[in-house]
């Protein structure tokens, strides 16, 4: 008995031994991070010394199961092989403390563990296949799990159990012998302890699979992180080098874009008849952020960088279904509503009128956007009779006019709002608000127009730093 009490202890430890080791391989196969210092040491990579490589092995599509494969379909699950490596050894390690090793008369129970680590050797006598002939590269952990899953196996073999000898003893006259077969033994272990070993069992491998989903949750988290970090430093790289986007919207395709004798238009307040403008027209969405943000980047800080010589053609695109069937998906769904207003009041009251809407519609975009923007409200406002602006905001003058609109961005292969083009040329969306970029736009106007550029025309630093426009995906 002492005997099997060491081996069932000695069993419990190199279990308990490779499922640390395990472990510690689920952490850096999941998460990329150094482990503790003795996990490192004998995972460091050795490329000279016989292809000990760790990473090597765990970056391989056989680190996997099932492997992964350049073929196969988007989304396949795939599981660590270290974590079941994890959760093998946590089960057996489970299995000797609850169970051990049972009484001959339950030694059928012990076949259970057999079977488990002989499908462990198994799976064992693989991967050093892999590893060695396959991927001519080894990890030193794993290769140390698989010696330990051996010496388990061997370890639950010489735990199978016999039947005891009986024992030697000496008959006392009105005492029952030793060996008195009308004694009964009870079955090791018992039905409850099975049971509590099992659903211990269970519980130990759902733990593991939540803590492999929040570790994999915190590595794609982490991962966004940094990409969305690199990603903003190449936009800003991108947006501080105004030569360049300068450049680009030189070197971009001319459209010609039809401007119809009623569409709204607005100049600067200094703007003369006998100096040319700057031809820019913008498609935008009343219920879209950047396109506010746009808008008043344009009024206050790119026309005096022209002393107000800028002609700002004003375009539909909302991005609502309703009106709009080139987007696939609505985005914004009250946009419709806020550009049948627009319309409405530039019907009524003319150009003067719908730029008035569209400050208005700007300055309570967020009443807007929660639905509360009333068409009477905004007609008041306006100062036009309810009645006919409602009865305008729903005239087929104003679906035909939206429809043009629409027409027309499709022709110039827009994708988002706001999209903006200076004399057809449309600017990149890093640049629509990037002062530098209007800058040097300013002195090639100033340069094509023969005349010194005036002092007062020179950018002042932006408070802000705008966003970035609304994009959608191309129907």
């Not at 008369?105 to 396959?134: D, E, K, T």
């Not at 027309?408 to 449309?426: S, W």
């Amino acid at each position: 008995m002492r005997r099997g009490r060491i081996i069932e202890v000695v069993a419990a430890v190199l279990c308990f031994t490779a499922a640390v080791i395990s472990y510690n391989l689920v952490l850096k196969h999941v998460t990329g991070a150094s482990g503790a210092a003795w996990f490192e040491a004998g995972c460091r990579d050795k490329p000279a010394a016989g292809g000990a490589n760790c990473a090597a092995v765990l970056a391989s599509p056989y680190s996997y199961f099932p492997p992964k494969r350049s073929t196969e379909p988007d989304g396949m699950p795939h599981l660590p092989v270290a974590f079941l490596g994890l959760f093998y050894y946590s089960a057996l390690l489970t299995w000797i403390i609850g169970i051990g090793r049972p009484s001959h008369r339950r030694r059928r129970l012990h076949i259970l563990p057999l079977l488990l680590v002989g499908m462990g050797l198994a799976a064992s006598a693989y991967y050093m296949n892999i590893m060695f002939r396959v991927l001519n590269e080894w990890c030193p952990w794993c290769v140390v799990t698989h010696v330990l899953n051996l010496l388990i196996a061997i370890c639950l073999v010489v735990m199978w159990p016999r039947r005891l000898k009986p024992a030697t003893s000496v008959a006392v006259e009105g005492m029952p012998s030793t060996h008195d077969q009308s004694l009964t033994v009870l079955p090791i272990p018992s039905g409850r302890t099975i049971l509590i070993t099992l659903v211990a069992i269970v519980t130990v491998g759902w733990g593991e699979l939540n803590m492999l989903g929040l570790k994999t949750w915190k590595r794609q988290a982490a991962s966004a992180t940094e990409g969305y970090k690199t990603c903003l430093e190449a936009v800003n790289r991108i947006k501080s080098d105004s030569d360049a986007l300068l450049r680009n919207w030189q070197a971009a395709t001319k459209h010609e874009i039809r401007i119809r004798p009623d569409d709204p238009v607005r100049t600067g307040p200094k703007s003369e008849a006998t100096q040319p403008m700057l031809d820019v027209v913008v498609f935008s969405d009343f219920e879209c952020p950047s396109c506010q943000r746009f808008a008043a980047f344009l009024e206050n800080q790119a026309q005096p960088l022209f002393d107000g010589h800028i002609k700002t053609v004003f375009k539909h695109y909302p991005l609502d279904s309703a009106c709009n069937e080139r987007v696939s998906k609505t985005v914004h769904p009250h946009a419709c509503a806020a550009m049948s207003m627009a319309e409405a009041a530039r019907m009524l009251g003319g150009n003067a009128a719908f730029w008035k809407a569209h400050d208005y519609l700007y300055e309570h975009r967020d009443a807007l956007a929660q639905g509360k923007l009333a068409p009477d409200a905004v007609a008041t406002e306006l100062h036009l009779a309810p009645a006919a602006f409602r009865e305008a905001m729903s005239s087929q003058a104003v679906v035909t006019r939206v429809a043009e609109d629409i027409d027309q961005a499709k022709r110039c292969d827009i994708k988002g709002t706001p999209a903006v083009f200076v004399e057809g040329k449309l600017v990149d969306t890093l640049a629509a608000t990037e002062i530098g970029f209007w800058d040097k736009l300013a002195d090639v106007y100033w340069q094509r127009s023969n005349l010194q550029r005036p002092a007062s025309t020179k950018p002042k630093p932006s408070p802000t730093t705008p966003g970035t426009p609304d994009r959608k995906d191309a129907p």
